[in-house]
C-alpha cells in the first residue's frame, strides 16, 4: 500500500519538475540536450518530406485525371471526324450544293516522252 503512495508522489514529483522546469538544469539533461536537439531536426525533416511527398503524389494523382480526361477526348473528336469523313455522309452534305459522287473508277493518263536526241 506504502508502495501505491510512494509511486504517485514519485510521479507527482516528475510531473511537477517537468511542468516547473527542473530537470532543464541537471547535469544529465544538458548532456542529452544535443542529441535531443538533433532527434527533433530529424523529426522536423522527415516531417516535411512526408508533406512534400504527398503533395507530389496529390499532383500526380491530378495529372493522370486530366491525362485519362483529355484521352477519352481525343477519342470522340477522333470518332467523330472518323464519321464526317465517310464518302456517305459527304455525299449527303454535299448533295445540295450541286456536287456528284463520282461513279467510275479513275482512269490513268499515261503521257510518253520523246526520245531525247543526242548532241553532237
Known amino acids: 500500500m506504502e508502495e501505491k503512495k510512494d ?5 507527482r514529483k516528475g510531473l511537477m519538475s517537468i511542468l516547473g522546469g527542473k530537470f532543464l538544469v541537471r547535469e544529465k539533461f544538458s548532456k542529452q540536450f544535443p542529441f535531443m536537439v538533433y ?4 523529426l522536423m525533416a522527415i516531417i ?25 477526348e481525343y477519342v470522340q473528336v477522333k470518332s467523330a471526324i472518323m464519321e464526317a469523313s465517310k464518302q456517305s455522309v459527304l455525299a449527303k452534305r454535299l448533295a445540295g450544293t450541286g ?21 553532237q
Open 7 to 11: 509511486k504517485k508522489k514519485k510521479g
Open 39 to 42: 532527434i527533433t531536426l530529424l
Open 48 to 72: 516535411t518530406n512526408t508533406y512534400i511527398a504527398e503533395g507530389k503524389i496529390r499532383e500526380l494523382t491530378r495529372t493522370a485525371k486530366d491525362l485519362n480526361d483529355l484521352q477519352v
Open 99 to 119: 456536287l456528284k459522287e463520282v461513279t467510275e473508277p479513275l482512269k490513268r493518263i499515261e503521257v510518253e516522252q520523246p526520245e531525247k536526241q543526242e548532241e
